[in-house]
């Protein structure tokens, strides 16, 4: 199937700073990706659906101005988390929807487990 | 905003027990996917269903989609303790994003 990467797995910042979280799908294009949120225990929650070329569209509740997004090509999508604190520390996922033989499939990264001090 | 239940929230069953995790909704999806996610890791897609009443296997995994398109199950036939995990349920509607459940976690114990 396809593979969709993530960077870095986990990452460790003291609060206040800024961190970078790269999606890519390594075998295919995707004009859009998605974004979220983990807690332990739980399901997904939406953050963000990323759209190459465009603004991201956020879920209800989910600060555009802390969790900025960019698509900047059809293999890459960022997320940075602005001024982190510590309940943002969390497990974050992307995934890239995949178009391929008509069937839409939504492809998964391994996460990024973010913890902020 | 298209809800999805999953039942039962915690499943711990012994090895070589079989088992059934349910997927509800109150709405028609076009499509349906199951997932099974592990501790630390991204969710690993098990199976698309697209057809109402349609069945599919994967090994000793059977998914069914309901005839209506609302619901689906999974079952595991004599559990293995490789098949522990979160187990998610996901609803699509044309281009929508899809829907996920709150996931059904399953340990199985040697």
């Not at chain 1, 986990?10 to 609060?15: A, G, L, T």
């Not at chain 1, 990323?50 to 569209?57: D, P, R």
């Amino acid at each position: 199937g396809a593979v969709v990467s993530q960077h870095p797995s986990r990452v460790i910042c003291k609060s206040g700073t800024s961190v970078k979280i790269e999606c890519r799908s390594l075998d295919f294009q995707a004009t859009t990706m998605f974004w979220y949120r983990q807690f332990p225990k739980q399901s997904l929650m939406l953050m963000a659906t990323s759209n190459e070329g465009s603004k991201a569209t956020y879920e209800q509740g989910v600060e555009k101005d802390k969790f900025l997004i960019n698509h900047a090509s059809l293999t890459l999508s960022t997320l940075t988390v602005t001024s982190a604190h510590p309940e943002d520390s969390s497990f974050y996922i992307c995934s890239a929807r995949d178009l391929f033989g008509g069937q839409e499939t939504q492809y998964f990264g391994p996460g990024t487990r973010l913890l902020v001090l | 905003t298209q809800l999805l239940e999953q039942s039962p929230q915690f499943l711990s069953i012994q090895e070589g027990e079989n088992l059934t995790v349910y997927c509800n909704s109150s709405s028609v999806f076009s499509s349906l996917q199951w997932y099974r996610q592990e501790p630390g890791e991204g969710p690993v897609l098990l199976v698309t269903v697209v057809t109402g009443g349609e069945v599919k296997k994967l090994k000793r995994l059977t998914f069914q989609f309901g005839d209506a398109r609302k619901d689906s199950s999974l079952h595991i036939t004599a559990a293995q303790t490789g098949d522990t995990g979160l187990y998610l349920c996901a609803g699509g509607e044309g281009s929508y994003i899809p829907t996920f459940g709150r996931g059904t976690s399953l340990i199985v114990h040697p």
